[in-house]
């Protein structure tokens, strides 16, 4: 993503917008690119309505003028336990609070895009549709909560949504027809590969980082991109394609009495079931979805017995995967049957680990794999496993670059740096640090890493210590879990130097925190309000206001999962 030379706001084509013709503003708030992908296909349908848009990234909206939006059509994803996309969360905590203007002037609509195996389903886009009605706004149509298959939902919404607009509005004269975008554009749009069309690039290096005795497997993945011209920045993220391990899908199939050979439809093609199974359903990811409808086909009383019981159903999926799920309750079904409970199988994104400015036809990635048993059967994460166990050098990976303008090292090479990565959330820092090393930026960096054991899981040791013997690091805090009797966390290590840390940010510092968004991120943001607080001397109020501005001011950026 690049920025637009150009004042917020200010249109991008020459024909000047009709004054007397209210713009649409539609506001994306993205955590995949999904949001986004689809604020921009609505923005293409109105444009052809000829009707005026103004499509913005949440992160970047000036959402203290809310009020004055005539026609406001948000599109949000929803994260973790119900939280916005991290690019929205100002916008969201803004809207929510005594501070939010009236919105009787305006009228709206909320396409919320979510996952129904979360408990939080499209918690977000509920808060937006909810809040805004509540504040006086019309609401043009319902609100859309899609689950993960959402392309015929939206496309439905879109049609719906550009009738009642055209409806409504004065159209412009074809020569006014304006898209205006504020704050970035999509430089993706040059780039030849996306997440349909991906780029099939070599995997070159593979290799276990953590030690014979821990506890995690974590690998460092590194990508010839060969003179594809891929093109990244630090802080974005590599979408990664995966297949399934063949041992599963022969598992499951037997466990089914299916043979593999039976034809599915796949995208309008003849597939055999099994490469069905293998390359295009998700097999690793039980849903509540996909229990209540194995329930109802295999008759199984104590799976019966979860039908219509949300969080019984929500536990049950979270914990036995489908191959356990069929184990239990093996049941003769026809392969259409399977491959209609399933859903589709879905690229897996990893923060980027590497800068183009040192590594320029390479991309580098963190994995950690993720595996456990069930009943003494080991079984894995699909995206992590085919990463570790299954692509070997020279094979070919299917990838695409995530842009994340929400995580962007700062612009002023002088700008002291405060990274909080613990795990495999240290891979975007690497590449900052890759990037601020060729930059020769002079900048103070000051990294806080964790992870349970210092002898086996300081992922890329000798780097950290070279960066600091260079003088690039000016402060690395670990926090080594495991080491001795009580947790000790990143946040620890953070109120430990709070006064110091509070200089930084006095000094202008920008922090960027990424990983665990559930614990870890709340965690640290705990840690950071107090430090704040102390410090700053102000109320735990006013802490909070001063984070929340500086996470406006993109001071404070989170890559958090
Ligand atoms: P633990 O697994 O020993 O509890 C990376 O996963 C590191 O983050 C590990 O050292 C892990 O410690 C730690 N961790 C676990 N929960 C955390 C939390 N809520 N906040 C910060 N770090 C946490």
């Not at 990811?285 to 996909?290: A, D, E, K, L, R």
């Not at 601020?436 to 990294?447: E, F, P």
Request: aromatic share 8%; net charge negative; hydrophobic share 40%.
């Amino acid at each position: 993503w690049g920025m637009v030379n150009q004042a917020p706001g200010a249109p991008v084509a020459s024909a000047p917008v009709a004054v007397d013709v209210p713009a649409v503003t539609i506001l994306s708030a993205s955590q995949t690119g999904n949001a986004r992908r689809l604020s921009e296909q609505l923005r293409d349908d109105l444009l052809g309505a000829k009707l005026n848009v103004n499509l913005v990234n949440a992160g970047d909206y000036k959402f203290k003028q809310i009020g004055q939006e005539k026609l406001l059509v948000v599109v949000t994803s929803t994260q973790g336990e119900g939280e916005p996309p991290e690019e929205a969360v100002a916008l969201h905590k803004f809207l929510m609070s005594k501070k939010a203007p009236k919105m009787d002037a305006s009228a709206f609509a909320v396409f919320g895009l979510g996952d129904t195996s979360y408990e939080f389903f499209s918690k977000a886009g509920k808060d937006f549709d909810a809040r805004l009605a509540e504040l006086g706004a019309e609401r043009l149509l319902d609100r859309v909560d899609a689950d993960v298959e959402y392309a015929a939902e939206a496309q439905s919404w879109r049609q719906r949504l550009t009738d009642i607009l055209q409806a409504r509005v004065p159209q412009a004269g074809s020569a006014q027809v304006t898209a205006a975008v504020t704050g970035s554009v999509n430089e993706i749009h040059s780039s030849p590969y996306s997440k349909e069309a991906p780029l099939s690039a070599s995997l070159a290096v593979s290799q276990k980082i953590t030690g014979r005795d821990s506890d995690k497997d974590v690998r460092h993945i590194e990508i010839d991109l060969g003179d594809s011209g891929l093109r990244y920045q630090p802080g974005d993220a590599l979408g990664v394609w995966f297949e399934n391990d063949t041992a599963l899908v022969q598992e499951l199939l037997e466990l089914l009495w299916l043979k593999g050979d039976e034809p599915v439809t796949v995208d309008e093609h003849a597939v055999p079931l099994a490469q069905a199974l293998q390359k295009h359903y998700e097999l690793t990811v039980n849903t509540p979805q996909i229990v209540e409808k194995y329930a109802g086909l295999s008759r199984n009383e104590a799976l019966m017995s979860l039908i219509g019981d949300k969080s019984a159903l929500q536990h049950y999926a979270q914990t036995t995967p489908i191959v356990d799920m069929a184990r239990y309750a093996p049941t003769e079904l026809n392969a259409e049957q399977l491959t209609g409970l399933l859903r589709p199988l879905t690229p897996r994104l990893y923060s980027i680990a590497s800068s183009q400015a040192e590594n320029e036809s390479e991309v580098h990635i963190t994995v950690g794999a993720v595996r456990f048993d069930i009943e003494g059967r080991a079984r894995t994460g699909g995206a992590s496993s085919y990463l570790a166990d299954r692509l070997h050098e020279d094979d070919e990976v299917r990838i695409f670059i995530e842009h994340n303008d929400n995580f962007r090292l700062p612009a002023d090479p002088q700008t002291p740096v405060i990274m909080i990565g613990p795990g495999t959330g240290i891979a975007p820092f690497r590449a900052f640090m890759q990037q601020r090393d060729s930059d020769g930026a002079g900048g103070k960096n000051w990294l806080f890493f964790g992870n349970p054991h210092f002898t086996e899981d300081f992922l890329y040791q000798v780097e950290w210590q070279r960066y600091v013997k260079d003088g690039l690091l000016t402060h690395i805090d670990l926090a080594w879990s495991r080491d001795q009797q009580h947790k000790v966390y990143v946040q620890d290590k953070i109120r430990a130097k709070g006064a110091e840390l509070w200089r930084w940010i006095e000094e202008g510092a920008h922090i960027y925190v990424c990983g665990d968004a559930n614990r870890m991120a709340k965690d640290v943001e705990q840690a950071l309000l107090e430090v704040v607080a102390e410090f700053g001397a102000m109320d735990i109020e006013a802490a909070d206001e001063f984070l929340s501005e500086l996470r406006i001011e993109r001071r404070y950026q989170r890559d958090v999962y």
